[in-house]
């Protein structure tokens, strides 16, 4: 065998990358974590109440916790991003964006969603704010109040039905007047009483004031006022780094992995947002427990 840098080297840095590093160094295998952003997007999360033995944490405290954990496991780590993930032979390949090259037996690989942003003004200043994109995650604080869902396909339907049931009002902003979700989920959703749909309409600003978000200006200059706006407009699993490797997607184009986590690559595992796996549920309790799993087959295969 080539001489390898690693046993396994895990990419990504969200809330699954502590949970595989804590249990690839207790399986002693010699690893490497790399990842831009620690923490991913839970840290940006301005509070989290459905972490199991976490009452009320911000997403960046949750995050140092994770973190806290598995440094006494022992790890070595890299902040860069992975441009590209490359077999060669009985290895892996795996390149930075500062051309570092390493070589690993095996890779396991969880960069998560990229959520399309509706390019509204001040929406990226006040995400994790005023703007959010999971309302399982942050639905709950508003309780009571009026919000408004932006979106059209089963997510953005689903969200507003679970909203609807915890919230005062719920706008369903859509730029079109019909949707591409499934019918019997638009039925209920226009059966709901205080779901009130607003369509031919787009997000254009978001205004606020010193106790918080005030309103939204739409593209016919129409205001709605609300306390918080989520947006379930499309994600892209972001899997962009094995697109060499042809590997099995679903229509979503989720990589498709089996009950171990492997992708239909041998060696080569996937976790949370970017599989098929946990009914696609995007919750970190998912995240941590797929990472762990994926841990346990590299050590499971490493033994053979």
Avoid at 8 to 17: Q, R
Wanted: glycine fraction near 4%; proline fraction near 2%; charged fraction near 25%.
């Amino acid at each position: 065998m080539t001489n390898l840098d690693y046993d396994l080297i895990i990419v990504g840095a969200g809330s699954a990358w502590y949970p595989a590093w804590m249990y690839a160094s207790r399986y002693k295998l010699k690893n490497l974590i790399i990842g831009a952003q620690p923490g991913g997007a839970l840290a940006t999360s301005h509070k989290v109440e459905n972490y199991p033995g976490t009452i009320s944490a911000p997403g960046k405290e949750i995050m140092d916790w994770f973190k806290d954990h598995a440094e006494q496991s022992g790890s070595e780590i890299l902040s860069e991003l992975v441009e590209k993930v490359e077999k060669h032979e009985d290895h892996f390949h795996v390149t930075t964006a500062t051309w570092k090259e390493l070589k690993a037996k095996y890779v396991i690989i969880a960069t998560g969603n990229n959520h399309r942003p509706l390019w509204a003004k001040w929406e990226q200043e006040f995400m994790g704010k005023w703007v959010s994109y999971c309302a399982t995650c942050d639905g709950m604080f508003f309780r009571n109040r009026d919000i408004i869902m932006v979106g059209w396909w089963n997510t953005a339907i689903t969200e507003a039905l679970y909203l609807a049931d915890i919230c005062k009002k719920v706008y369903l902003v859509h730029r079109k007047d019909t949707f591409r979700a499934e019918n019997s989920w638009v039925e209920k959703m226009k059966a709901t009483e205080n779901i009130e749909l607003v369509l031919n309409e787009e997000v254009e600003e978001i205004t606020w004031d010193a106790l918080g978000m005030t309103w939204v200006t739409l593209k016919s200059w129409k205001q709605l006022k609300a306390d918080w706006i989520f947006v379930a407009v499309w994600t892209i699993p972001n899997a962009n780094i094995v697109d060499s490797l042809n590997l099995e997607k679903d229509n979503e184009w989720c990589l498709i992995v089996d009950s171990r986590q492997e992708t239909s690559l041998k060696g080569l595992y996937a976790a949370w947002d970017i599989t098929t796996n946990s009914n696609k549920f995007k919750q970190t309790i998912m995240s941590a427990a797929e990472w762990c799993l994926a841990a346990n087959s590299v050590h499971e295969d490493n033994l053979r």
